[in-house]
């Protein structure tokens, strides 16, 4: 049984940063990507980065320039440092693994509050 967990959300005040980690345990494979993922409520869960198996990266609009996905050297494992931090970076952040053909697997979501 595959297992996702998500670290490093909080509060922090706009300007600031956060740094959080996801990893996998239980899993055998290397992910095809690895992605993260955010929402508020009423919205739909948007893209915030992804990462490939090649190390392509690729980023919502929104966040271009302030945050930065990266894999750790644990297998699966990667960092989202996100700086200059903005109230409407407020959501609850999903880590997202694609284990292609073998099926996805979601995080169970962490919170990030940022105060103005």
């Known amino acids: 049984q595959v297992q996702v967990v998500e670290s490093g959300g909080g509060l922090v005040q706009a300007g600031g940063s956060l740094r959080l980690s996801c990893a996998t345990s239980?899993?055998?494979?290397?992910?095809?990507?690895i992605s993260w993922y955010r929402q508020t409520p009423g919205k739909d869960r948007e893209l915030v980065a992804s990462l490939n198996s090649r190390g392509s990266t690729d980023y919502g609009h929104s966040v271009v320039g302030r945050f930065t996905i990266s894999r750790g050297n644990a297998k699966n494992t990667v960092y989202l440092q996100m700086n200059d931090l903005k109230p409407e970076d407020t959501a609850v952040y999903y880590c997202h693994y694609d284990f292609t053909p073998w099926g996805v697997k979601w995080g169970q979501g962490i919170q990030v509050s940022v105060s103005s």
């Open positions: 239980g899993s055998t494979f290397v992910a095809n990507s």
